[in-house]
């Protein structure tokens, strides 16, 4: 089946640094990938979608100038939180799926990134 | 939007018990995702169903798309299956996931 990794899959950080992560699909390729965040005790909720060659589309509440996308080919997209703070700290997963499979019924993700700000 | 729900939010069972955590989601799907998450950990896909039921070890994962609702069943649990466990939905390859809040199992030995 399709393989989505990320990577790293760990990252501890000092306030005030920037933390790039990133998403690629091994064994296909993807014009759309999405980012997804989960806060402690909720459900992992949708961040943004990346579209390959343009400008990511970000849901209401997240904030496109610190959470940077950049979706630069067909196999990887990655996920810059600038100047990071504590209440950054979160886990991160992507998912993603062949654009042309007419079969594809959903996405694969990948295993995610833990993120921890001092 | 979809909404999924899963019941229990939480359970703890001795070992060697069967459990079963269920997920509801309110519009229809394409396919839907059984996931686990070990504390501090990262997300292990363990099933995904369009219909049916699938079955791999002690897991079995079973799909009713009409009462769109889904149940994860662990048999002869262990305490290595204490984990987060999430359903998440989708309608298509081409829109996000929607993950429930998560069931956190703990099985005691």
């Known amino acids: 089946g399709a393989v989505v990794s990320q990577h790293p899959s760990r990252v501890i950080c000092k306030s005030g640094t920037s933390v790039k992560i990133e998403c690629r699909s091994l064994?296909?390729?993807?014009?759309?990938m999405f980012w997804y965040r989960q806060f402690p005790k909720q459900s992992l909720m949708l961040m943004a979608t990346?579209?390959?060659?343009?400008?990511?589309?970000?849901e209401q509440g997240v904030e496109k100038d610190k959470f940077l996308i950049n979706h630069a080919s067909l196999t990887l997209s990655t996920l810059t939180v600038t100047s990071a703070h504590p209440e950054d700290s979160s886990f991160y997963i992507c998912?993603?799926?062949?654009?042309?499979?007419?079969?594809?019924?959903?996405?694969?993700f990948g295993p995610g990134t833990r993120l921890l700000v001092l | 939007k979809n909404e999924v729900e899963q019941s229990p939010q939480n359970l703890t069972a001795q070992e060697g018990e069967f459990i079963t955590i269920n997920c509801s989601y309110s519009v229809g799907i394409s396919a839907l995702h059984w996931l686990q998450q070990h504390p501090g950990g990262g997300i292990v896909s363990l099933f995904m169903l369009s219909s049916g039921k699938k079955k791999h070890g002690r897991l079995i994962a079973t799909i009713n798309i009409q009462e769109k609702h889904s149940s994860l069943h662990i048999t002869a649990s262990h305490p290595r299956d204490s984990a987060v466990y999430i359903c998440?939905?989708?309608?298509?390859?081409?829109?996000?996931?929607?993950f429930g809040k998560g069931t956190r199992l703990s099985v005691i030995a």
């Open positions: 998440a939905v989708t309608d298509s390859g081409n829109t996000p996931l929607v």
């Open positions: 998912s993603a799926s062949p654009p042309r499979d007419p079969l594809a019924k959903t996405q694969y």
């Open positions: 064994d296909f390729q993807a014009t759309t």
């Open positions: 990346s579209n390959e060659g343009s400008k990511a589309t970000y």
